[in-house]
């Protein structure tokens, strides 16, 4: 049985675990990591030289020492030089690294997606999971580099300043250090309204995505229904609650910075008023300590200010790692076989299923025989599908299981068993890609020229195909919208068929294709359910006519099974759904 986590990440609302986690990523680039450290120690270093030669500077205009005269401006463009390297090399090794870190993260995320059962999905908007993927993860990118970069270029300054001032006048400079618990406070108070509004911010960005996707997807019947004011209505919603939340994001971002430089300003103002009552040596060193002491005001803000991309970024992450802790639709089990299919028997004993209350089927019980041609009639909601998705293991039984060749598939790897299956659903899934790429999906990497023409020609497709321009390397653009229904459902039709499985599922398959199409279709398929086992599940009638063995089911229970004229002599079920389909 396959489960699905639930829980939160064990490190929500916990800064230093999550960034902790989240700097695991960064392992990969230690080496930049390590550049990075040594650029900005470089640069702080230079800052401290700088306000040095504020003392030099002031001893050279009194003593007008020619020695000085000619060394501060030499020192002060050769500390700039140097400065700039180690600034350079800081940023960009930095960047190095977050960009990596944000590759990884957005592969693996995407990875780990992809493998996560329907049941995900199910509970999500396509949009939300596209914010995830784009929007999320650019936010850890502030806190890989940019707070990173603050933290490390600005922390090792504001380190080396006041060392230097230390050195100067250290009980002056422990007097300038009693607004560090001002400081402290502040930066507390901010981080949990930061933290709460970015999860806020996240969640209407994935609202924008959803409605968007929907709309420019569905944009031909937004146009038919003349719904484009319905449509602005909802994103317009949508970007002005992001836009509300926004606003209440900036306005305390903008606050932090006037709050904190009167605090530094305050301490500042203290400090020139000691001095002046207090200083004992000499003038120039005097201007060094002050120059020290408003040079530590900028990076000071600078990293007060980084709080905020802290947050923007955990935030993300924990929404990151929230998907990232879900146990994947199959663990890596030893016990787990390769289906070996030599037969094709089917056999669904007992199964059971409900989505939350509804029940879909119950106490399911059919065996299909080897090479058998079975199908599925009903009306909606009769269980039809909800038995494909479990033979796909898309789901899970509630009770009861399901065996091929006597094999139970919950036994087996996924991979092998839909390696055993072709499917072709009633929603046509075609990728904006050329018609060969569409056609050999998830096949082997080299492809079959034959058998990729001959998968066409039975699908009915190689008349169109081959009236293209570019035949099969022809682009059929978003979800195919370049081809019309009856050609999108004929590729995927092809798809399977070149997939060439022993066992074959047909959900609604001819179902967009005209008269003349689905005849030609149902000839190939005839052909091609010889020494298969086949399942197809119709709301037309007439394309199960010739099955082996017709199952009529109704409310998840099969209500009558025989073959198309045993079924209508018996003048039941299925008889009636015939006749209904048929008359007039």
Not at 130 to 159: C, E, H, M, P, W
Not at 211 to 217: I, S
Not at 412 to 438: E, H, K, M, P, Y
Not at 574 to 582: D, G, M, N, T
Request: charged share 15%.
């Amino acid at each position: 049985m396959i489960k699905i986590a639930t829980k939160e990440p064990k490190v929500k609302g916990d800064s230093w675990p999550l960034y902790q986690r989240l700097f695991t990523y960064t392992k990969p680039y230690r080496h930049f990591m390590l550049l990075c450290l040594i650029g900005f120690i470089i640069m702080a270093s230079m800052e401290v030289v700088m306000a040095k030669m504020m003392e030099y500077f002031v001893d050279g205009l009194t003593t007008r020492d020619k020695q000085l005269i000619v060394f501060i401006p030499v020192a002060v463009v050769v500390a700039r030089i140097i400065h700039g390297v180690g600034t350079f090399c800081g940023n960009y090794f930095i960047s190095r690294v977050g960009l990596g870190v944000v590759n990884d993260m957005r592969k693996a995320l995407f990875a780990h997606l992809v493998a996560l059962p329907c049941s995900f999905y199910d509970a999500r908007n396509s949009g939300e999971l596209v914010s995830l993927v784009i929007y999320n993860i650019a936010q850890v990118t502030g806190s890989v580099t940019q707070a990173v970069k603050i933290v490390l270029r600005d922390g090792f300054t504001v380190i080396g300043l006041l060392a230097y001032m230390f050195y100067l006048e250290w009980k002056l400079t422990l007097v300038f250090l009693i607004m560090a618990p001002m400081l402290a406070g502040l930066v507390s108070i901010a981080s949990r309204y930061f933290r709460r509004v970015s999860r806020s911010m996240q969640v209407t960005m994935g609202d924008i995505s959803h409605v968007t996707n929907e709309a420019l997807q569905g944009y031909k019947l937004v146009k038919s229904y003349n719904g484009q004011r319905y449509e602005c209505e909802r994103f317009n919603k949508a970007s002005n609650e992001n836009t509300r939340l926004s606003t209440k994001y900036e306005r305390v971002s903008a606050l932090q910075g006037p709050i904190y430089h009167t605090v530094i300003a305050i301490n500042l103002a203290l400090i020139l008023f000691l001095i002046l009552l207090f200083w004992q040596d000499s003038p120039g060193a005097a201007l060094s300590y002050i120059t020290a002491a408003a040079m530590i005001a900028k990076p000071i803000r600078q990293l007060s200010s980084v709080n905020e991309v802290i947050q923007k970024g955990l935030a993300a992450s924990e929404s990151i790692f929230t998907v990232l802790d879900m146990e994947k639709e199959q663990s890596t089990s030893s016990e787990q076989k390769t289906l070996d299919v030599s037969q094709g028997q089917i056999d669904f004993h007992q199964v059971s299923f409900s989505y939350g209350e509804k029940r879909a089927l119950n106490n399911f019980t059919l065996s299909i025989q080897p090479g058998q041609t079975v199908a599925l009639v009903g009306q909606s909601g009769s269980g039809k599908s909800t038995l494909i998705s479990l033979l796909l293991r898309f789901y899970e039984p509630q009770s009861g299981h399901i065996t091929i060749d006597g094999q139970p598939i919950n036994a087996v790897t996924l991979q092998s068993l839909r390696a055993q299956v072709a499917f072709v659903n009633q929603q046509t899934t075609l990728f904006n890609d050329t018609i060969t790429a569409n056609v050999v999906y998830g096949s082997a990497a080299e492809i079959d020229a034959q058998s990729l023409h001959h998968a066409a020609d039975n699908a009915n497709a190689i008349d169109f195909i081959e009236a293209q321009e570019l035949k099969f390397d022809t682009l059929i653009g978003e979800a195919g919208d370049r081809l019309s229904g009856g050609q999108r459902q004929r590729l995927a039709i092809a798809r399977a068929l070149y997939k060439d499985a022993p066992i074959l599922v047909l959900d609604e398959a001819t179902s967009a294709l005209d008269n003349e199409s689905e005849q030609l279709i149902q000839e190939a398929l005839e052909t091609l359910q010889q020494g298969r086992t086949t399942i197809v599940v119709a709301h037309r009638l007439s394309t199960i006519e010739k099955a082996d063995v017709i199952v009529a089911m109704q409310d998840g229970n099969i209500v009558e099974t025989g073959s198309h004229q045993s079924l209508l002599a018996q003048q039941g079920y299925y008889a009636s759904l015939h006749a209904k389909q048929f008359e007039g």
